[in-house]
C-alpha cells in the first residue's frame, strides 16, 4: 500500500499551452504500477486557469481546497471543497480560481485515451 | 458535466460481510456514462471499519474528512484528511475509524476486476 500527502508545495509548474498559475505532482500512476487510472493533484494559483480544451478520455474531479468556476458548454458553474466532477470524454472544459486563495483538486483520467494511445500526466 | 457535492447524509448503509458502521454512496460510476473507473464515497462511524480483504482490482483513496487507520500487510497505518492511498490487486487491506469522529474517504475502482467482471459498486 503506498500512502502519501496532498501537499502543494510538492506539485511543480505545468508547462502546457493555455495554462496559467497551475502546477501538478502525480499522486499515484503508470509507474506506482496503476494498472486502470492515474491520480494527479493540481494547484491553481488566483487568477489562475488550466487550458480550454476537450480529448478522448473522461476526467473524475475532487475539489480538496478553496473555490473556483467549471467551464461547462458555455457556462461557468461554481465549484468548491467536496465537490466531485465528472466530465465525459470530447467535453470541452477548463477550470478557473477566481478566487484570492490557492484552488487545489485531484484529477482522475483512465491510462490510455479511447484510441488506445496513453494520456499524458498519467 | 456532472458535479455533486460529496454529502455524507446522502450515502446509505452497505449491508456486507464484515463491515461495521459503513455507509456508501456512488459519486460518478456506470449509471452516469463513466466508461473506466467509478468513485464512491464512504462515510465510517467512530469505532467502524470497512472488511479485511483483498480482490482482483485496485483501489486508489482519497481521505476527505477525519482521520483512522489502514490495515496493510499485518501493521496499522495512520490515515487523515488528505492522505491518498493507493492498494494494489490481490493487497488485504481494511479501512478503520479508530477516532470520535466520522472518517470519510472517497474510493476508486475500475469499472472490471482483472478477470473482466463487473466490480460490485462502480
Not at 499551452?17 to 500512476?29: A, I, K, N, T
Not at 503508470?30 to 494559483?45: K, L
Amino acid at each position: 500500500m503506498i500512502i502519501r500527502h496532498t501537499d502543494s508545495s510538492e506539485c511543480a509548474p505545468l508547462p502546457m499551452e493555455g495554462v496559467q498559475g497551475v502546477s501538478m505532482r502525480v499522486m499515484v500512476g503508470r509507474e506506482d504500477g496503476a494498472p486502470n487510472f492515474a491520480m494527479r493533484h493540481f494547484t491553481v494559483d488566483p487568477g489562475g486557469h488550466t487550458p480550454r480544451h476537450s480529448h478522448n478520455y473522461e476526467h473524475q474531479v475532487v475539489v480538496i481546497k478553496g473555490r473556483g468556476e467549471a467551464f461547462d458548454q458555455g457556462e461557468h458553474r461554481a465549484i468548491s471543497e467536496g465537490d466531485v466532477l465528472f466530465v465525459g470524454a470530447d467535453d470541452e472544459h477548463q477550470f478557473l480560481n477566481t478566487s484570492d486563495e490557492p484552488l487545489e483538486f485531484l484529477c482522475l483520467v483512465p491510462l490510455h485515451g479511447s484510441c488506445g494511445t496513453p494520456v499524458p500526466g498519467s
